[in-house]
């Protein structure tokens, strides 16, 4: 028998969509956690989404990639995540929220996180059981 997967209340959804910044920690081996490192999210429809600005080499990046799982704080919560791979059909709005959420920050670093070169650093964040 499967345990049905967790999902975000709507609670969560907006407070993290609407939060400026959230931190994320990768979990390592041991199961303890990295230091938080702070970036942008965004929700497109009910799920979250963040990008590493600086590509697949960025140190949280793969971190989070290799361990699949960790925490984040964001809109005043904390809660447990794994790290997925987002869907091939999101991108455009996952690209739309960035823009929506962020250009007022100018084109040069809202860059870094839409557009093609963008979709492979993707994550999702799935809150976990």
Do not use: C
Request: aromatic share 10%; proline share 5%.
């Amino acid at each position: 028998m499967s345990t049905p997967a967790a999902t975000w209340t709507d609670n969560e959804l907006r407070r993290v969509g609407q939060a400026e910044e959230l931190q994320l920690a990768s979990r390592r081996g041991d199961g303890t956690l990295r230091p938080y490192v702070t970036m942008w999210v965004v929700r497109t429809g009910d799920e979250l989404y963040v990008r590493s600005a600086y590509g697949p080499d960025n140190p949280w990046y793969r971190r989070a990639k290799a361990a699949g799982a960790g925490r984040i704080r964001a809109g005043g919560f904390e809660r447990d995540v794994t790290f997925a791979d987002a869907g091939p059909d999101v991108h455009a709005g996952i690209d739309a929220a960035y823009h929506a959420k962020y250009d007022r920050y100018g084109q040069a670093i809202v860059g870094s996180v839409v557009g093609a070169k963008a979709v492979p650093v993707t994550v999702r964040l799935v809150p976990a059981s």
